[in-house]
């Protein structure tokens, strides 16, 4: 059993305790995300994660694809004022020419310094309480997992209605767990469930397709193919 270890430290000595540097990536993929940058990123930087101290140890990396919009002017506003108050590259928002999802991955990996890395769509967001809870959790690991399921939520909006996907039939929460001897979804495991950590991915020269829309499935099957430990957390982030 990996959790927990010694909750009674702050989450932000914990991570102290870990890394000095950088503990979480966040790479944000937008393209055409005027309308939806700053609820994404309010979901990450505001008062209650400014507060744990948490955001020392983080970083956004913001990757503007190629967009018509004003996303990329909102993004650097959110930048100028963030970087203010914690340092110059916490958060970071690159323009590049339109090359489809999958280069914007393979960008963004390329520059992630975090232990872990988690991606996060422009037009969706992280739960802020989840997600200080949950990056204490990883913190309090034993040791490094190469990936890590938390549960989701889909907010169909027009219908008012929520829908949780969980994976507790699959996985056991809470305890580090071997690949090879787990019993898998006939689904695929969805990117809104994964956080990879980064070295992982570089160990195993990840790369995604490039110049196609939909390739996130990419990400969420074959680095997990790869993987050698999982580490399930049964609360919804995404």
Known sequence: DAYPLEMDLSLSKKLKMINDNIF???????????IFIDNCLHSILNEQTLETG?????????????SKDNGSQ???????????KLHKEFIKVIDKENGQYGSVINLGLTLARGKYTKVLDVDDIFNTKNFIEIVQIIASLRMDIDVIITDFIFDKVIKNKQIIYKWDKYFEPYKILKMSELKYPNSIITMHSIIYRTKFLQSIDYKQIEGIYYSDSQ???IPFSQAKFLYYINIPLY
């Open 54 to 66: 948490i955001l020392n140890y983080i970083e956004i990396i913001v990757i503007n694809d190629g």
């Open 219 to 221: 990400y969420a099957v």
């Open 74 to 84: 909102k993004a650097k506003k959110w930048a100028t004022e963030w970087n203010h």
């Open 24 to 34: 979480f990536s966040i790479i944000i993929p937008m393209y055409n995300g005027e």
